[in-house]
């Protein structure tokens, strides 16, 4: 007997969750267009946190950016990131902006705060729920490390360096660009020489 009046509450819990939810959905939409509330964003941090195992957090980074790998890393950059993340790593580009939630900016505190493990961690697994895809599967460890320190340059890149990632993406599809309006091409080759190829 007791089991039933438990279940027959669940139903009703679930009946009445259900409904609110459908009720939800119906004055907000699945639009991308609102920008999540704090509250939304300071959960998904949170959870992000738990989420990643402590042992991952805590590795150090063991291919620090040097003057040889700095040109493979920004290439790296312009190539897989800054379709979202835009070339400075603010975040504003067409993608960036429009999705939910935003690419953020990188070069604030709230990034540059977490630790080379969990750069790493977040790189390689991506963000379920939002727009940051996994790319550990498409790129080398080494590489994505050494993303980990192209993010740390970010906060203070120089007008040269800012000027080279420019060039290096007007040879691409122009997505990286801040103001991103050409039409995107199907295929772009690398300033490597590698041959024209999709991502
Ligand atoms: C298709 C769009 C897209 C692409 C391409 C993309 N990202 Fe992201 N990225 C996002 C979004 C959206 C978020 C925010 C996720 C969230 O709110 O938890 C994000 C978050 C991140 C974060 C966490 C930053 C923070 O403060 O929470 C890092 C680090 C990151 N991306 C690195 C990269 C790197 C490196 C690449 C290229 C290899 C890349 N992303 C490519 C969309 C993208």
Redesign the pocket.
């Known amino acids: 007997m007791r089991g039933k009046t438990a279940t027959a509450i669940v139903l009703v819990i679930v009946i009445v969750a259900a409904g609110a939810l459908v009720m939800w959905f119906q004055r907000h939409g699945f639009s991308a267009r609102e920008e999540p509330a704090w509250y939304e964003?300071t959960l998904?941090?949170h959870a992000?946190k738990i989420a990643t195992p402590a042992g991952a957090k805590e590795l150090k980074n063991p291919h620090p950016l040097t003057e040889e790998s700095l040109p493979a890393a920004r290439e790296?950059?312009v190539a897989?990131?800054s379709?979202?993340?835009a070339l400075d790593g603010s975040?504003n580009t067409t993608?960036?902006r429009n999705?939910y939630?935003?690419?953020?900016d990188?070069r604030?505190m709230?990034?540059q705060k977490?630790s080379d493990g969990e750069?790493f961690y977040?790189?390689s697994n991506g963000?379920r729920f939002?727009?940051?895809?996994a790319?550990g599967e498409e790129?080398s460890p080494q590489s994505?490390w050494e993303?980990?320190g192209?993010?740390r340059r970010l906060s203070h890149l120089s007008a040269e360096e800012k000027q080279l990632l420019e060039k290096l993406s007007s040879g691409e599809s122009g997505e990286g660009k801040p103001t991103a309006s050409p039409p995107p091409k199907h295929t772009h080759s690398h300033a490597s020489g590698a041959p024209p190829h999709k991502h």
Request: aromatic share 8%; proline share 8%.
């Open positions: 964003k998904a941090r992000r790296h950059w897989h990131c379709s979202c993340h975040g993608i960036g999705l939630p935003k690419a953020p990188m604030d709230e990034t977490l750069l977040i790189i963000v939002t727009g940051m895809p790319w790129d994505i993303l980990v192209y993010i």
